[in-house]
């Protein structure tokens, strides 16, 4: 039994999320020593932050009470077919007392568990920049051709929408744009298309170029950034919403080694916290979007997204969050986080 996916009733959260970043999991079983309660997955943490909950709740307030678990008495067959039919990355294996006594996950019977929804979007990357917080290496390489494990950085993020089910790949370019498309027609990769920025645009003045294009809806990914998603996930959590755009946000906590107190007014004191974390969404560079967003853009004109994405909720449309842990982040275009990932040899 694996006891890196039990955790304990009185934790937060929060915790949840540091743990199934540290152990690579998406859910939890939730115990009371060994009594068996529940399970969370990253998905109920996601609706709790999309509900405005406090991530230091306790993680037994969003116990749901459809669970699947199975007796100890049950056939290795039938536990064996309940997990395939539902899905189930854990299977939590309880007595006749309500104590946990095994968890069977989904490696133990079918292997290796791929995405079980695929969504098949157009994907637009942003590879037009020129890396400056990677220099001097990407004065002589583009920024989307430098090595990761035994890829590049741009083959790495195809990779991750192609396993969702993407197959079509929009490469908006500018620096060093022939070396990128050399790099491509060199390996005969199909359904690689390329958007030309005889100036630079920004990230969202790019997909002006896309007017007419693009029909459907369709990702965007920043092409320094590598996300662990759930893209069914998103896209469907995108659709229900109706937004007409929605980034993936990543849940960044930080830690305040000290005291701090809150004054009203007069300077009396109203509040006093010891040592609290604080935890912000940021933007992680990874986007779904509707088409007639174009409409927004206006020929030529250079705007990065986030701020064409304000305009665009000015006018009254609806821009979504979808959030996810810190640990399913990486910014490979930075030096430090770039270095850790090749050290680490970890790729999503």
């Not at 049950?74 to 946990?100: F, G, H, Q």
């Not at 637009?124 to 051709?145: D, F």
Request: proline share 4%.
């Amino acid at each position: 039994m694996n006891h890196k996916i039990i955790i304990n009733k009185d934790k937060t959260l929060l915790d949840a999320l540091r743990i199934m970043d540290s152990i690579e999991k998406k859910l939890l079983v939730i115990c009371d020593n060994r009594r068996f309660l529940g399970v969370i997955s990253i998905g109920d943490i996601q609706r709790a932050i999309l509900n405005k909950q406090d991530l230091s709740s306790s993680v037994v307030d969003f116990i749901r009470p459809d669970i699947i678990y199975a007796r100890d008495n049950d056939s290795l067959d039938y536990i064996k077919a309940t997990m395939l039919e539902n899905r189930i990355e854990s299977m939590p294996i309880v007595d006749s007392n309500n104590l946990l006594v095994n968890i069977y996950e989904w490696c133990d019977f079918f292997g290796e568990r791929s995405s079980f929804k695929t969504v098949n979007c157009p994907v637009v990357i942003m590879a037009g920049g020129m890396g400056t917080r990677l220099k001097p290496l990407t004065n002589v390489i583009p920024k989307p051709l430098i090595p990761v494990s035994d890829k590049t950085i741009i083959e790495e993020i195809m990779s991750k929408f192609q396993r969702a089910g993407c197959s079509d790949f929009y490469l908006s370019l500018n620096y060093k744009s022939d070396y990128v498309k050399s790099f491509f027609e060199k390996r005969d990769y199909k359904n690689v298309s390329y958007i030309n920025e005889k100036k630079p645009l920004g990230t969202g003045g790019s997909l002006a170029l896309l007017k007419g294009i693009l029909n459907n809806t369709f990702f965007v990914s920043n092409c320094d950034i590598l996300v662990d998603v759930n893209f069914s996930d998103l896209y469907e959590y995108h659709k229900k919403q109706k937004n007409i755009a929605t980034l993936v946000s990543v849940l960044k906590s930080y830690s305040i080694p000290y005291g701090i107190i809150e004054t009203s007014e007069n300077g009396i004191i109203s509040d006093m916290k010891e040592k609290p974390c604080l935890t912000y969404q940021i933007n992680s560079g990874v986007y779904i979007i509707e088409p007639h967003l174009l409409d927004y853009l206006n020929n030529e004109e250079t705007i990065d997204l986030p701020s064409l994405l304000l305009r665009v909720k000015s006018n009254g449309e609806k821009i979504g969050a979808f959030p996810v842990s810190e640990g399913s982040w990486v910014d490979m275009g930075n030096w430090d986080d770039y270095l850790k990932l090749i050290r680490s040899n970890k790729m999503y």
